[in-house]
């Protein structure tokens, strides 16, 4: 039998808030500091201006020379950084400088498989009570426009790519708001209908049920986004003025063609700081993905130290490196800068606030939020001392679009990074095939960028 051990209650009383005041009342500094931020940001007060001069944004090994890309309204980072990972390779085989696969395609066929993938989680907790903690974190966080790593690989080898002008952006594609809230309208309504159709037995019934919603889920897409193309006749003319007619291709097919990585080939590095979870353990989450069949979201733990110098390794090999992070916390965003000392809020207000990165993680404080690509690193003495990053937030801040993160910032906030698995270890290479560790659905490692 539990014992429940009965914590006394602690009511704020009249004299403890007059004391406050009065201590409040009585500090010049506090008066001044209240006087200014009345009228000026806090962002503007706290941050360290000597810092975050000081901190150069040039690399000693860049690899960019392109153009950023633009999410706008939308969530779609993690398909934006996959993809320009893969344009890459793909600038070099059609010899131009500039080119976009289409997000908007990639967006099209995840959010259809995604609608699929939540209906077959629905029907897998069906036994479950709607207030069950699965079944409520379900239909709390469907149809948003996040993913991993791993979901952008399912969209791709199940449904290729295609350059940005056979299928280009819409309103909806780029403010995603008003199709995403009618969408998760319709698979709530679709969840409710299928988990009676369950209770009552009638199999049939469920199957019809299940393919309408995925035709009402597919006409809505194509109303907003567009109708993608299963082929396109594909022509362009390279940076040196050669014409290019290259006939009718499948998506398929131009993936294939033009990229230059193995997709099968790369894995997710994440630094998972929980104690309970090994360094050198493979880490997987209860119904994260969006493609019915395919393999799981899978990530192998290692300790940051690794994956900074495997991203630095692979950049100094001319590849691009797809990472996720927690992108707000010390980010000057007109300047495009980040470092983990960049604010003292704890020196404004007077209250400790720092914690450290496993602490964050275990009280909901810190989890991936945005995915981007590192086109570059500094590097002295063989260390990394800051990276040039690619955002896909347009061309107006930082140096047009690109970032400069300080290497401490890195060590604090940076989660994931994908590298191609030839760089592990033998014994990470062999770690990969091991029963990874399942997380519950709402675990931070599942958190969408």
């Known amino acids: 039998m539990t014992t429940i051990t009965q914590v006394p209650t602690v009511p704020l009383t009249a004299e403890q808030l007059a004391g406050m005041n009065s201590a409040f009342a009585a500090d ?5 500091t209240q006087n200014a931020i009345a009228r000026v940001s806090v962002d503007e007060l706290a941050i360290d201006h000597q810092l975050a001069t000081a901190l150069s944004t040039t690399v000693s090994n860049r690899i960019d020379d392109w153009k950023v890309t633009n999410q706008k309204k939308s969530g779609r980072c993690w398909l934006f950084a996959a993809l320009n990972l893969l344009r890459a390779g793909a600038k070099e085989v059609l010899d131009v400088k500039e080119f976009e696969f289409s997000q908007n395609y990639a967006m099209y066929f995840d959010k259809l498989e995604r609608a699929n993938y939540f209906l ?9 009570p709607e207030d069950d903690r699965l079944v409520s974190y379900l239909l709390q966080t469907l149809m948003g426009d996040g993913g991993q790593w791993d979901m952008a690989v399912n969209v791709f080898r199940k449904y290729g790519a295609v350059p940005k002008a056979a299928m280009p952006e819409t309103e909806s594609s780029s403010n995603t708001g008003r199709m995403n809230a009618v969408l998760c309208s319709l698979l ?5 209908e ?16 299940r393919e309408r919603i995925i035709a009402e889920v597919h006409r809505i897409l194509t109303l907003h986004l567009g109708t993608p193309p299963s082929s396109f006749e594909w022509e362009y003319t390279d940076d040196k003025k050669a014409f290019h007619r290259e006939g009718v291709l499948t998506p398929q097919e131009f993936l294939a063609k033009y990229t230059t990585i193995t997709l099968d080939d790369y894995v997710c590095l994440v630094d998972d700081p929980r104690a309970e979870h090994p360094k050198g353990s ?14 799981p979201v899978l990530y192998l733990n290692v300790d940051i130290a690794l994956a900074k110098r495997l991203a630095k390794e692979a950049i100094l090999d001319g590849q691009p490196v797809w990472f996720g992070c927690d992108v707000g916390p010390q980010m000057v965003r007109k300047d495009g800068i980040w470092d983990a000392r960049l604010y003292d809020y704890a020196g404004l207000y007077g209250a400790e606030l720092a914690m450290d990165k496993e602490t964050r993680v275990r009280f909901g404080e810190s989890a991936m ?3 981007m690509l590192l086109t570059g690193v500094d590097v002295l003495d063989g260390e990394a001392r800051r990276w040039r990053v690619e955002n896909s937030w347009g ?3 930082g140096d047009q679009g690109f970032y400069t993160m300080a290497d401490n910032w890195f060590d604090e906030y940076v989660f994931e990074v994908v590298v191609d698995k030839s760089r592990l270890s033998a014994e990470l290479q062999e770690a990969l095939q091991a029963n990874p ?3 519950p659905a709402w675990d931070p490692t599942g958190a969408l960028a």
């Open 28 to 32: 010049p500094v506090l008066k001044r």
């Open 120 to 128: 077959q989680s629905i029907l897998d907790t069906a036994e479950r």
């Open 188 to 192: 709530r309504r679709g969840a409710h």
């Open 194 to 209: 299928l988990r009676a159709l369950r209770s009552a037995g009638d199999t049939a019934a469920e199957g019809q049920a």
């Open 282 to 295: 493979t880490l997987t989450v209860e119904h994260l993905g969006n493609v019915v069949g395919a393999a």
């Open 369 to 371: 939020t945005h995915a």
């Open 395 to 397: 061309d107006e801040n």
């Open 437 to 439: 560790i399942v997380l």
